[in-house]
């Protein structure tokens, strides 16, 4: 079978020959400027609509999949052979897949993990979740690099292109989009410290669309964390009395997360030990009253270095953000909650990575040092939160 | 942190010769640290005795010594250059072993030199295995159980304990020499008695069987400032059992989830943080249990590896590179990533595409050798691949080996199924084919998986590949999509041909109406996500190419391939040596090859890189696409040994412009008919000869030209199935044994002459002008393949009128053959008869030799002569000398003495027992050394200590020679006798030595056995290290019993305990004058340069 529509063979079957490979039937993938890529259904048939991004990490699909922060996302992934290891227990990061729609060039006809309990497409198809095989990843992730992440549909019912497109059209864009109550839980939960492990502080997380990894990486480390929903406010965090607040990534656009601002607000006034991760980092940088802006591609993969400000060090993330925030990288600054400065800058393009209150124990990344998937270099800042609040008189040991 | 201020000269040490387990990526990665360490402003003092590298160019070092890799040279060396500093982990185990010496002999600290880019703890407890093992488990990792061991009586203990089978391991040894798996008492004690002779410090590791385990390997660097990035994860086709450098092997790991890759990760990380790797690049190697994911770790080289260089080549990050940045103190985020141009070095390469590398063998070079893969290495070359799939990269690898009957294949029947399932239980170098061949006779992935232990992710893409090829063979029609998913999966025109009963030109011609062609996608590090501004190139059956549109005109560069025996780095560097000169000479250098050892697959060395098989079919498609891109003025085919050579006629068919010398020129060499007729037009004698199809036809030749004959097929290089047939049952059963043999490659039968000496020219020719570049003489006689034979330059013994025959005879067949460019040919002087034996009109294996001998860079010349210059206009240029040549060297030119490399400590056959080292006309040497002095003696002394065979200036020499050198073994004995060195020989020859004076003591022969009080035989004093020097000349041919066998048992005694052998009588007057050269003490060390300016003055002198 042809796979895309490049001038030099129209796509289509030929009569009386069998496919070789057991493959699904045609599927497109549309892009809003109009380009056509042309491939196999993988996974679930149907349509889906999102903001096309590439993840650049070599291993980690199941998790990345499963990062409620890809929500509204169609996820191109760069390296080819997607599905090898299978899907297992273990290694997810919420309760399904939350990307829109899985772009693979290889999909595996087979896995193969001593720990792998499905497959990948078993897994995309029982969940709805509608893929694309198709050849030309490449030129789609460089698509994507020269004019930006963008609206995108992939369906295998559609057979024409401009139908789809136009349907595209009709999407929001991911500038302005409010997403976190869309992925956050409905209900407060607790993750408790592994066994053996003693409870030293209490922790409230604010779920804006929050990795399984986060609490448990600050459960190990002996936190009680308490997960909240993205709607709670400052006074329902605050009425746990906490020892120190977390708030997670999630996906969309910070410039509309008032909700989550105020209640970040009225956490700092309070006086907390906090730490932000991702869009944590951005709702952090909203309520010192910095700006965010949308990057043309985004930060979407496992290897984005980060160099720590102070100790000059570089660390080697994970990172998925298509938003960042716009602050001075070369001094620190002033803001309502006091001083702050950049505590991490993204090597390669210079981007804000983190954030730091100068006179307040309050920190931010935009990177993931829970790392699921990615390096575990950065996990030292679980330590650094914990120690924040190791600092502050009198803990409330639970 | 900026670069440190305070050096201001390093001493860099190379790798020395090629050999097993180190080869050509070490001339790659020392060229690169070279070239960044003069960047960066420091004088750089080069030492290594391999000439046949780019790192030993002039230009590349400040002072170039092509000395001895050891510590009495080098502390000349530095006595004379007082460097700063030593960098010592970019010449693989030989450089950080040399480093280890310098450090624990006091020498550097006599001379204040600091060792950078590593420390002496560090190396050592890297290396050492039990200081390894605690590290390991200091940081929480595994290590697989196990004892070390001083003696054989430790080891059989050790062995009871751990239980059998047990894998023996010996310290500080390269490519795992001398390792293997012992599944009883007996293997243990063959395999660990020469593990701890090989061993330096005597010490191997017993160790429980990991055997079936899944194989990693992660590259990783650090920097003065902590900072650690992985470059590259490599996950082994092949499960443990087979050494990393002969498994096939893929990059990224393909069966490994996010969290466990984190886990290799993060213990990687911690143990080279816990050795104190002090910067740069290391290595480190992981097993894993494929049903419970237990981890061991196996081992880690603080150094550049064989596996950095294929890291570099698979990401496009630059291990060697950054690694001489980070040891004058840079740290990785200050340096830039030279691909994308604008990002920085601290960062992890991710990959789009899938790379697969896969071992090139030798076995046929040794016939009794056993072909079982094993924990030692075994292969001498490689190939790798890129693809957009596994299949695609797996396919496009198998076929850059270029080797009959191990790629895959859908041609003729494929066997029986449980007989191939059951043969590829044991891994060898066709065990890939033969599980291509079982899915094809119908097994299973399980059954195949439980047969290999080969993860069944790789199984299932291989079924893929067969399930494509019914699927193909099914269809009713070739049309596009049919074609183009068989192209996806990487099926070459050939293989589309098999399935489908087409020719592959039929095949070509089709996907070429249909206007199916790849495109070529960049090596980018980032996997699309910065735009690349570097040319590294690769095909595939994807969606848009990326090849850079440019006007200027672009000459295409075809390299040798894998290295293999006879087709080496020499090669490579021709095709270097072409892509500087064309380059600086104005036009646009696209290089074509998939070695990923070399040089010319430098991102930095041509101005656009296509790391490509060089088929027909794949180069035909890069010229295409780089013709659609821009003007190409044309194809060199002449550099890079057969390999492109052999494309030439059809490539030329297809309406590819090759420059230079012309394929039909080519083929005249080739064709004995025509060739002859060259000779007899100019007048020129030749050893009798003859051609045959078939035995009928060979018979006859052979009949005529009389006994012995030399035999050969046609199209050959290294000598390839070359033997001296001294009878017709002999010569029946060589047509029998090779397979290469057909009506369309005849068998060549050549006169053998006996008593000759013969002569190696390398010439330059424009059509008009010949420059005669050098004259070698060989060292041994006739019959011995010139590539084994060890030659000077100049000769020692021609005289001038002789060099005058020489160089008309090489005009003439340069002019009668129609040359443009390289002339290499063979003479043989007999009776004073020069007869010619053979000419070759391409870049020889010892251009690299000449060129530094001489210092004239021929390889440069030639290309620019195929490119349209002149012999003369390169001459007022400055390229060539203004006068005079190679032929009438300067009367105080040095003399440099070329000797090869063997490598029979590798092999040994299904017994245990090693393989025969007596050289012959097949061609087995892996590498070259070269030693350069102010006269013969010792110039030859310095090429014996470079190849790792010290020779002697006292203590007992063994000598038995056969009874026709009876008579010229006399004097150099005698010599050696008078020189302090105790004879010892056997019966007859010990009778002749007193006879003419010399004291000799009888020792027993081995057939003999010891005697009634116990006295050893020579094999038992070998083996106790209670000779020297061994003299030992064979007797009689092939398959005689007596006399023969005992010379073997004592070749293979000296080759295991590594006591130097000389096997014919002109390699003895050789040793004589260089262990008096080595007794007078007159051995110094002088750089290229300080010789090339003596050259130079002498050249001024003779123009006056």
Redesign the interface.
């Known amino acids: 079978?042809?796979?895309?529509q490049?001038g030099?063979?129209l796509?289509?079957?030929?009569?009386?020959?069998?496919?070789?490979?057991e493959k699904g039937g045609p599927a497109i993938l549309v892009l809003e400027d109009g380009r056509v890529?042309h491939g196999h259904s993988y996974g679930a048939t149907g349509e889906t609509f999102g903001e096309a991004v590439?993840n650049?990490?070599?291993?980690?699909y199941?998790?990345t999949f499963t990062d409620p922060s890809y929500h509204r996302q169609i996820v191109v992934m760069?390296?080819?052979?997607i599905g090898?290891?299978g899907v297992?227990d273990?290694?997810t990061e919420s309760e399904r897949i939350w990307a829109a729609g899985c772009v693979v060039?290889?999909p595996?006809?087979?896995?193969?993990?001593?720990?792998a309990e499905r497959s990948l497409e078993e897994e995309m198809r029982s969940q709805g979740v509608v893929g694309i095989a198709l050849?030309?990843?490449?030129?789609?992730?460089?698509h994507l690099?020269d004019r930006g992440a963008m609206r995108a549909a992939v369906s295998t019912v559609e057979t024409d292109p401009q139908k789809l497109l136009a349907r595209i059209l009709e999407q929001p864009t991911m500038a302005g989009s409010d997403l976190t109550s869309e992925v956050s839980t409905d209900r407060a939960y607790e993750v408790a410290p592994p066994e053996g492990v003693q409870a030293r502080f209490h922790v409230v997380a604010l779920d804006l669309g929050i990795k399984a990894m986060t609490p448990h990486r600050l459960a190990e480390r002996g936190c009680r964390v308490t997960v909240l929903p993205a709607s709670s406010t400052a006074e329902d965090v605050l009425a746990l009395d906490p020892d120190g607040v977390f708030f997670s990534n999630g996906p969309g656009d910070p410039a509309t997360a008032d909700g989550p601002v105020a209640t970040m607000r009225g956490v700092l006034e309070a006086g907390k030990p906090l730490f932000g991760i991702c869009f944590g980092n951005q709702i952090l940088g909203r309520a010192l009253g910095l700006d965010t802006y949308k990057l043309t591609?985004g930060h979407h993969?496992?290897?984005?270095?980060v160099?720590d400000t102070r100790s000059?060090?570089?660390a080697?993330t994970g990172q998925n953000h298509g938003f960042a925030v716009d602050a001075p990288i070369d001094r620190p600054f002033d803001t309502d909650h006091g001083r702050a400065e950049v505590s991490y800058i993204g090597?390669?393009?210079q981007v804000v990575e983190g954030l730091r209150l100068l006179d307040r124990p309050v920190i931010s990344v935009q990177f993931h040092p829970e790392?699921?998937?990615?390096?575990?270099d950065a996990a030292a800042l679980f330590d650094e939160f914990v120690d924040l609040m190791s600092a502050q008189p009198a803990p409330a040991a639970r | 942190m900026p670069r440190r201020s305070d050096l201001s000269s390093v001493l860099v040490i190379g790798s020395g010769p090629i050999v097993i387990g180190q080869a050509a990526e070490f001339d790659y990665s020392g060229t690169q640290a070279c070239r960044v360490l003069r960047s960066e402003g420091l004088r750089v003092v080069l030492v290594n005795s391999n000439p046949a590298t780019i790192m030993t160019d002039p230009e590349i070092a400040d002072a170039t010594y092509v000395e001895p890799i050891t510590s009495e040279m080098i502390e000349k060396i530095i006595a004379k250059e007082r460097p700063d500093a030593l960098l010592p982990t970019l010449g693989g185990q030989t450089a950080l072993n040399a480093a280890v010496d310098l450090h624990e002999s006091g020498i550097l600290d006599k001379y204040g030199v600091e060792l950078i880019g590593a420390n002496i703890e560090a190396i050592q407890s890297g290396e050492d295995r039990e200081s390894f093992k605690g590290i390991v488990e200091s940081v929480g990792g595994n290590s697989a159980r196990s004892r070390i061991c001083h003696s054989l009586q430790e080891c059989l203990d050790a062995a009871e304990e751990l239980d059998y089978p047990v894998v023996v391991r010996p310290s500080f040894t390269m490519g795992g020499a001398g390792s293997g798996f012992a599944h009883d008492e007996g293997d243990l004690r063959r395999i660990a008695g020469q593990g701890l002779a090989l061993s330096p410090t005597n010490e191997v590791l017993l160790e429980e069987s990991i055997l079936g385990w899944k194989e990693y390997e992660l590259e990783l660097m650090r920097d003065a400032n902590d900072n650690v990035v992985v470059v590259c994860s490599i996950e082994n086709l092949d499960p443990m059992g087979v050494h990393t450098g002969d498994s096939i092997t893929v990059a990224p790991s393909m069966t490994l989830t996010d969290r466990e890759y984190q886990e290799l990760r993060d213990i990687g990380i911690a143990v080279i943080r816990e050795v104190g790797v002090d910067t740069g690049g290391c290595n480190i190697q992981f097993a894993v249990h494929p049903t419970t994911g237990r981890i061991i770790v196996i081992e880690m080289n603080p150094r550049v590896s064989r596996s950095s260089a294929l890291a570099s080549k698979a990401t496009g990050f630059p291990i060697a590179k950054i690694a001489a940045k980070l040891a004058v103190g840079y740290t990785l985020d200050e340096i830039p990533n030279d691909i994308t141009k604008e990002t920085p070095a601290s960062f992890e390469p991710t990959l789009d595409y899938v790379v697969v590398k896969v071992p090139r063998f030798a076995f046929e070079k040794f016939p009794g050798a056993d072909p079982q893969l094993t924990t030692t290495m075994k292969s001498v070359g490689e190939a790798m691949a890129i693809g957009r799939s596994f299949p695609e990269a797996l396919q496009k690898a198998m076929r850059s080996l270029e080797k009959k009957g191990v790629g895959l294949t859908w041609s003729g029947a494929p066997g029986d199924k449980d007989e191939l399932v059951e043969r590829a239980k044991v891994p060898t170098e066709t065990r890939l084919r033969q599980v291509q061949q079982a899915l094809r006779a119908g097994a299973t992935v399980e059954e195949l998986h439980e047969a290999t232990r080969i993860d069944p992710w790789y199984l299932d893409q291989m079924l893929r590949l067969e399930e494509a090829a019914r699927a193909l063979a099914r269809a009713p029609k070739l049309d596009v999509s049919v074609l183009r998913e068989a192209k996806e999966l990487g099926f070459s025109d050939l293989q589309i041909g098999e399935i489908t009963g087409k020719s592959e030109a039929v095949v070509r011609e089709l996907r070429h109406a249909l206007g199916l062609h790849p495109v070529y996608l960049t090596v980018d590090t980032c996997a699309g996500e910065f735009p690349a501004r570097t040319p590294y190139l690769y095909s595939s059956y994807d969606e848009e190419t990326e090849v850079p549109a440019g006007d200027k005109p672009k000459i295409i560069i075809l390299g040798s391939g894998p290295n293999r025996i006879g087709q080496g780095v020499e090669f490579d560097y021709s095709c270097v040596h072409a892509s500087f000169a064309l380059s600086d000479a104005g036009y646009e250098t696209v290089m074509v090859n998939c070695n990923p050892e070399t040089v010319s697959t430098d991102y930095d060395t041509s101005d656009r890189l296509y790391f490509e098989p060089l088929t027909l079919e794949d180069v035909l498609e890069v010229v295409l696409a780089e013709q659609a891109a821009g003007p190409v003025v044309g194809v060199i085919v002449q550099l890079g040994g057969q390999t492109p050579l052999g494309l030439a006629r059809e490539l030329e068919e297809a309406g590819v412009p090759v420059i230079g010398t012309s394929p039909k020129a080519i083929d005249l060499a080739e064709d004995r008919g025509e060739f002859g007729q060259v000779l007899d037009e100019a007048g020129l004698p030749a050893p009798k000869y003859g051609t045959g199809h078939s035995f009928e036809q060979a018979k006859a030749a052979a009949d005529e030209i009389g006994y012995p004959v030399m035999v050969r097929p046609s199209y050959v290089l290294g000598g390839r199935g070359m033997e001296i047939v001294y009878s017709e049952s002999v010569l029946a059963d060589y047509i029998d044994r090779n397979a290469e043999v057909s009506p369309e490659y005849p068998v060549l039968i050549d006169r053998f002459l006996d008593d000759a000496i013969e002569i190696d020219v390398d010439a330059l020719y424009d059509g008009r002008d010949l420059y005669l570049g050098g004259v070698m003489e060989h060292i041994e006689e006739a019959g011995i393949h010139s590539g084994d034979s060890a030659c000077s330059l100049p000769s020692v013994t021609l005289g001038s009128e002789d060099i005058e025959r020489i160089r008309n005879s090489t005009e003439a067949i340069a002019r009668g053959t129609g040359v443009r460019g390289l002339l290499n040919v063979q003479y043989a002087l007999s009776s004073g008869v020069l007869y010619v034996i053979e000419a070759n009109p391409r870049a020889s294996r010892t251009v690299p030799f000449v060129s530094k001998a001489t210092a004239v860079p021929l390889a440069k010349a030639a290309a620019r002569i195929m490119a349209g210059a002149t012999v003369a206009e390169l001459r007022s240029e400055g390229l060539l000398p203004a006068t005079g040549d190679g032929g009438d060297l300067p009367v105080d030119a040095p003399v440099s003495v070329k000797e090869a490399v063997l490598p029979f400590n590798r092999f040994i056959d299904k017994k245990g027992e090693g393989v025969d080292t007596v050289l012959s006309p097949e061609m087995r040497s892996t590498g070259e050394v070269m030693g350069l002095d102010v006269e013969f003696g010792a110039a030859y002394a310095k090429s014996q200590l470079a190849v790792n065979s010290s020779l002697p200036t006292q203590g007992k020499v063994f000598v038995s020679v056969a009874n026709r050198d009876k008579r010229s073994m006399i004097f150099p004995v005698k010599r050696l006798a008078d020189l302090g060195l105790e004879i010892l020989a056997t019966e007859g020859t010990a009778m002749v030595l007193r006879r003419n004076g010399v004291h000799a003591t009888v020792v027993r022969k081995h057939s003999a056995g010891p005697g009634p009080e116990g006295e050893p035989t020579i094999v038992q004093l070998i083996h106790d290290g209670e000779v020297a020097l061994t003299v030992n000349t064979p007797f009689g041919s092939a398959g005689q019993a007596g006399p023969r066998l005992d010379g073997y048992e004592i070749r293979t005694a000296a080759v295991v305990r590594n006591v130097p052998s000389v096997t014919t009588v002109q390699g003895l007057a050789a040793a004589v004058q260089a262990i008096e050269a080595r007794v007078r003490g007159d051995v110094g060390v002088r750089s290229l340069q300080e010789h090339a300016a003596v050259l130079d003055a002498g050249r001024e002198a003779l123009e006056v």
């Open positions: 079978m042809n796979t895309t490049n030099r063979g796509p289509g079957r030929q009569e009386g020959a069998e496919v070789s490979e890529f590439f650049t990490g070599m291993t980690g199941q998790e760069t390296a080819p052979h090898n290891t297992n273990e290694d060039r290889e595996a006809r087979a896995f193969s993990n001593w720990r050849k030309g990843t490449r030129a789609l992730t460089r690099r591609f993969g496992i290897n984005q270095p160099r000059g060090r570089v080697i090597l390669n393009d790392a699921a998937a990615g390096p575990h």
